[in-house]
DNA sequence: CGGTTGTTTGACGCAGTTCAAGCGGAGTGG
DNA sequence: CCACTCCGCTTGAACTGCGTCAAACAACCG
């Protein structure tokens, strides 16, 4: 449960209080294996999800059965918010690794929002980032090229990850076959295995053993046309490796709203 | 601001003071022209919309110069609650046509926010549908053809439009150019231009005049793979033409939470 | 050691792009 | 009322990124 809580305090402060009820709101673990679906299409979950370890994709089906995958969760993430606020599943979340999942009831997240309007707001604040990012997927799939894209969601994956402390020597465990990723770009097998061996014959990248390793991130960057704006990660983050700089367009984030008694200036 | 509130209720029931506290805030009216920018990548807006009347887009605009439209704001919708809660724009806003548009400062946005727990729970809501209408954006991206991605598109923008009640005659208002299409679906305008003749030749559409009309919404779902259940509309809205009956795959929406005191069983 | 799952390679075909030119309607000015 | 212009739509032809099919190869595992 730690890492959802170092996630959410790298935006924002909670006060003990609010971290008990976080505790206490997400108190059962369970586990899930490779392979094994989380939430299926269709369903009506009665409960909420933090992700503490491993990896997860979300996806939808279609009926020619192909998949597309849309995101993944990854460590720190509470996701499926979505289903506490709506009724039915229109996608599926799978495990891509064994995962640690922590639980809370819709019933339990309720009162947690209702008691603290404040981490309700951070809540609703994650589901805006979420958005922001399914923005940028958008993008990815109906203006760059496989090449591009691909190279694009490595680097988004790379963020992220370091957002949360999982990079490490300049790259980060990334446990998929290459099937899944031409799910997550939209693109055959084939020419995912072709791109994936162009960038690593242009060293920018290696994958291999579930672990993918960024050796030129300037040249993926570049490759990928990939700018962090939207991720609207933490300003000045402590990478663990040598490409903090790049996250850094030093934007200031914006504290959680709500009680912070903080409001800019009005235009309307 | 009638369609606004009309739109909100169609998922849960205001009190007069909520519906009041709604028309102080949003209390400014603006009006934007075709091809004029609402907002723009890298701002940091003091406001939030509602669409009053008109057509918006959202659009990512990439260095070389092309342009991914991301979601089409209806008339009803609320939109950069996105700059509420987060920084920085991260994509622009324009009109297509002729918009009137509800302003809201942030300030008062957050105090109604906390002065009506249950309003925010509602717009959170809306936030979190609008994830699932880009989660559908990319699968149809990433996995369908040209020709069903452009008629999925038309059917999205029927089911919603319908959905505020401004259908007529099983077609609506579109005023747009063939590449905004293009744009919006990630495909050239030359080719968008042989899809929509496609579609016309089937006698499934016809696009004239900015006007959308659709002769054969069977057909046009079937093009495209249509299910509507993300969209999270009304379950028995009354739609005043002849395509209700699709609209119900007679799922029961939530309730919006919060103050409803309802609970679901647990799972976890 | 055989089975299974994932990666790699090659050949071929097609959906969709690009380039380029022509067309039609709406607005404008003479 | 015509001529001119602009903008969006349409058409054709050549090209290409990516998909499909199919087979070989590699790694892991019981």
Known sequence: MEIIIRKLELRSTLSADEKDALHATFG????????QDLLSQGERPAFVG??????LCRY???PAGERQIVSFPL???IFDLHSFLLDRMDHSVGALAR?????????????????YPRLAAL???DAVIEGAIFREWIVNC???TGYARTAHLL???FVRMADVGLTREGGYGFPVTQVDISDAVGLSPVHVNRVLQQLRAEGLISLRGGRLTIHDWDGLVKAAGFTPDYLNVAENQSAPDGFAFVLGTKQTNAQARFATGDARDGHG
Chains 1, 2 share one sequence.
């Open 99 to 115: 995962s640690r999942v922590a639980v809370a009831s819709h019933a339990a997240l309720q009162a947690l929002a209702e008691a």
């Open 28 to 35: 059962v673990v369970r586990m899930f294996e490779p392979g």
């Open 60 to 62: 939808k089906a279609l």
């Open 75 to 77: 460590p720190g993430d």
């Open 155 to 157: 680097c988004e994956l």
């Open 142 to 144: 109906g203006r760059r």
């Open 123 to 125: 809540l609703w604040r």
């Open 50 to 55: 933090a992700l503490l370890d491993g990896l």
